[in-house]
């Protein structure tokens, strides 16, 4: 038979077999002996394994296992599992030549002769680590769109607890301030009105801290020199913090003033100085400072000045899983009763609200670091510090006053606090009720709340106004943002408010010119 004839011979069922599976390189295809050692080898198990088959067969297979795997017996298992049931399939990692992993789908048949015994496996392996990152990819996009929808909901029922709870707690101040001036000269039962006033004021700085987390807080900004705010304070924080604990400030000095609200401010560092304290059970030392910063390259306020204040503990310090959880609400490492775990994610809406961000680095056994980043003030403005403020008297005429809010508490005790100032009050509990007031009285003033039912404190005031141009109007609201358009720019008087803020609203309101909407 000559050379061409031999060149045209049909080729083999079992020899196309062998080719094609030469020829695969997207799988590992290879034969094992009855004890495992490798006796085929094709293209794509040297190119996802890195061996030649020069360097492979005779080998065990279980080199291709990470050392744990083998250590717990995984590469026996497999082939028992094979002999057993026929078939063995699992995902794990497998290691390459140059000791690099790769996530692995395996697959070995056990091999029969035609007696039965069993004569080898056949094992194919396929990597997929680029469709296992894909999926971890979309799955911690899953996740993270979860958690904002979750923190949105925790948000928004934080905020409305917290906005209820003003409500309750004004009528509380209002009622127990009123009551101080009446009753009988006791010292006693002056005391237990100190007590309740006391707590219902607590209460009061529980609702800001809330609303700071669902950044519905109505935050009075003004620059701030730091240095005299944490000054201010010091006395409070050492004391609140024991004998054991060691407070050091250090700050520059030049520092740019921070545009925030003071007395939220001071809130916040105090309750970081807290959560510090709590991780130094035996003791130690806190550090407050501050920088000046630009805002980080690449970042979209990446020409933003900030002023950095930075509150440092030298306690326990938090490992990896406990530090990236710190700020998710209700999430807290102390025991039961000693936390709310809303302390960070409270400073962290704060923060965020200011304009700025809220900054973790800890390490265990090495302390946490703690930074507010807050917008530098405009350097023209001038700088102000907690209590310089003046309270305004309530001086000027006694005044007509039109007292709007749908619960009745609430509208109780402002009429009796308006009263007792000396004004003339008339009530209406909604909307629709304080527009026929108006067409039936000559009034001098309006105070309506913003959460109504119906008609809403924004759009009443924009229907006074359409008909009473110079009206003045203070809107009563707990809320920092009101719904997108409809903010007309009245003056506001912050929920819970007590008799002084309320005399020092309708003060500074009927000192401005007349309001106008379009």
């Known amino acids: 038979m000559d050379g061409n004839n031999a060149s045209k011979m049909p080729i083999s069922n079992d020899e196309q077999f062998r080719l094609l599976v030469q020829g695969v390189t997207d799988y590992a295809i290879y034969m094992l002996d009855p004890e495992g050692r490798v006796s085929s080898w094709n293209a794509g198990a040297q190119r996802i394994k890195q061996y030649s088959a020069a360097e492979i067969i005779g080998q065990h297979f279980s080199r291709f296992y990470t050392e744990e795997d083998r250590a717990n017996g995984e590469p026996a298992r497999a082939l028992r599992t094979a002999r057993e049931e026929g078939r063995f399939e699992k995902e794990g990692w497998r290691v390459r030549k140059d000791g690099t992993r790769f996530w692995a789908n395996i697959v070995i048949d056990v091999i029969r002769s035609e007696a039965g015994q069993i004569i080898g496996f056949a094992k194919v392996t396929r990597d997929i680590t680029e469709r296992r990152d894909s999926q971890r990819s979309l799955e911690l996009a899953r996740e993270a769109f979860f958690q904002s929808q979750k923190m949105e909901a925790i948000g928004q029922l934080t905020g409305g607890i917290a906005h209820d709870f003003n409500n309750l707690l004004s009528a509380v101040l209002g009622s127990l301030e ?81 545009l925030a609200d003071a007395n939220q401010l001071e809130l916040a560092i105090l309750n970081l100085a807290v959560n510090a304290r709590d991780a130094m059970p035996d003791g130690g030392v806190i550090t407050i400072s501050a920088r000046e910063e630009i805002g980080r390259p690449g970042d979209a306020d990446a020409l933003t000045r900030y002023v950095c204040l930075s509150v440092a503990d030298s306690g326990e310090g938090m490992d990896a899983d406990t530090l990236a959880r710190a700020t998710e609400p209700f999430f807290t490492t102390k025991g039961i009763g000693k936390g709310t775990g809303l302390g960070l994610s409270m400073v962290q809406g704060f923060a965020e609200q200011l304009g700025g961000r809220l900054s973790l680095a800890s390490e265990r056994g090495k302390g946490t670091t703690v930074e507010i980043w807050i917008p530098a003030a405009d350097p023209a403005s001038p700088a102000v510090s907690p209590g310089e403020e003046k309270p305004m008297q309530a001086t000027g005429p006694k005044l007509r006053i039109l007292a709007v809010d749908d619960d009745a508490l609430i509208l109780m005790n402002t009429a009796a606090m308006l009263e007792d100032l000396g004004h003339s009050v008339l009530e209406a509990n909604s909307g629709a009720a304080a527009l026929r007031s108006l067409q039936d009285n000559e009034i001098d003033l309006v105070i309506t709340d913003q959460a109504m039912p119906n008609m809403t404190g924004t759009e009443l005031a924009k229907a006074i106004l359409a008909a009473h141009s110079s009206m003045p109007i203070i809107l009563a609201t707990g809320y920092a943002e009101l719904p997108p358009g409809t903010d007309l720019g009245l003056p506001r008087l912050a929920k819970p408010f007590d008799q002084a803020e309320l005399a020092k609203a309708i003060a500074q309101v009927m000192q401005q010119p007349a309001s106008v909407v379009a």
């Open 178 to 258: 009123l009551l101080r001036k009446r009753v009988p000269d006791d010292a006693r039962s002056l005391q237990l009105i100190d007590n309740a006033m006391q707590g219902a004021r607590r209460g009061a700085a529980l609702t800001q801290r809330m609303l700071a987390f669902a950044r519905r807080q109505d935050l009075k900004l003004s620059p701030v020199e730091l240095p005299a705010l944490v000054s201010g304070i010091a006395d409070l924080i050492k004391r609140t913090l024991g004998p054991s604990i060691t407070l050091e400030t250090r700050f520059p000095e030049k520092l740019s003033s921070a």
